[in-house]
Nanobody, 124 residues
Framework: QVQLVESGGGLVQAGGSLRLSCAAS????????MGWFRQAPGKEREFVAA???????YYADSVKGRFTISRDNAKNTVYLQMNSLKREDTAVYYC??????????????????WGQGTQVTVSS
């Protein structure tokens, strides 16, 4: 399996930006698809964005046009640039990875490795 560690979360005002990072280690060759999910208090974990090793991307409608997912394969790192943040973006953000090349992946059950999460709080 691959180990994932997120960073970059924090407190930001509405309209602001944050950049999350997720560093992969271990069997990084198994991180063919990497993604971001989020979970707000009292809600289920939901899909945010995913990226394949080749750079194909897929976004949830709620973040399309505001968030950008990217990856640096040489550094085994995936990023989530979040702009125009809204209060409803407040959640714990989780990085995920999976070796299966099926695309796109938007269901949390499609991912076999998970990070510990990083808190993003957007204030008004």
């Amino acid at each position: 399996q691959v180990q994932l560690v997120e960073s970059g979360g924090g407190l930001v005002q509405a309209g602001g930006s944050l950049r999350l990072s997720c560093a992969a280690s271990g069997r990084t060759s198994s991180a063919y698809v990497m993604g971001w999910f989020r979970q707000a208090p009292g809600k289920e974990r939901e899909f945010v964005a995913a990226i394949s090793r080749g750079g194909d991307t897929y976004y949830a409608d709620s973040v399309k046009g505001r968030f950008t997912i990217s990856r640096d394969n040489a550094k085994n790192t995936v990023y989530l640039q979040m702009n125009s943040l809204k209060r409803e973006d407040t959640a714990v953000y989780y990085c995920a990875a999976d070796p299966n090349i099926r695309w796109p992946k938007t269901n949390r059950r499609d991912f076999s490795s998970w990070g510990q999460g990083t808190q993003v709080t957007v204030s008004s």
